[in-house]
């Protein structure tokens, strides 16, 4: 009972905080909450094996991929603050967070490599909960998780076309999405 009640009250802290993108299908943000509420269930589901037989293989496995999920946030989101030129208000795309509001096209640091380093560390973070305690439930979610990160990956993608124009579209062919040299 007490996890229906954190993800309903979590669940509605989300749509406040996701409140622009949710009327705009075609947003980011609106395929980003949808994996926020599959990692909040993955969380709520696995919390109470998080520090349950810490040597275990697939402990050591959820801890790497949990701290390894920090290295793309705190990389992705330095190097959008310091040469992203944030703009306050940035035409065509109101539902964008402060972060977000970037003028000047990233490409270098982790963005050399990965396009989306914020969307990577939501990966790594939902499989590091994955591998807490493994069911099919689990799984499901972690791999709806997955499938809604890349459909926040796609559809940033092409807002970042409609922005940027030929300047992205060169860039996309020099990285990768969230796996340097791989995917």
Not at 37 to 66: D, S
Request: net charge positive; aromatic share 18%.
């Amino acid at each position: 009972m007490w996890n229906g009640i954190a993800f309903i009250v979590l669940t509605l802290v989300l749509v406040y905080i996701s409140r622009k993108s949710l009327g705009s299908p075609q947003s980011h943000g609106f395929y980003r909450f949808l994996a926020w509420e599959c990692i909040l269930g993955l969380f709520l589901l696995n919390m109470r094996f998080w520090i349950y037989k810490p040597l275990a293989w697939n402990q050591l496995i959820a801890w790497i991929l949990l701290f390894a999920s920090f290295i793309p946030l705190g990389f992705g989101i330095h190097f959008l603050r310091t040469q992203g030129k944030q703009a306050e208000k940035r035409e065509g795309d109101p539902a964008l967070y402060g972060f977000e509001k970037t003028t000047n096209l990233v490409t270098n640091g982790i963005y050399k490599y990965i396009r989306h380093p914020l969307y990577c560390s939501l990966l790594l973070l939902t499989w590091g909960i994955f591998f807490k305690h493994i069911t099919l439930t689990v799984a499901t979610l972690a791999i709806t998780a997955t499938i809604f990160l890349v459909f926040t990956a796609k559809a940033d993608e092409a807002e970042c076309i409609r922005f940027f124009g030929s300047q992205y579209k060169d860039y996309m062919k020099r990285s990768k999405m969230f796996i340097p040299y791989i995917f």
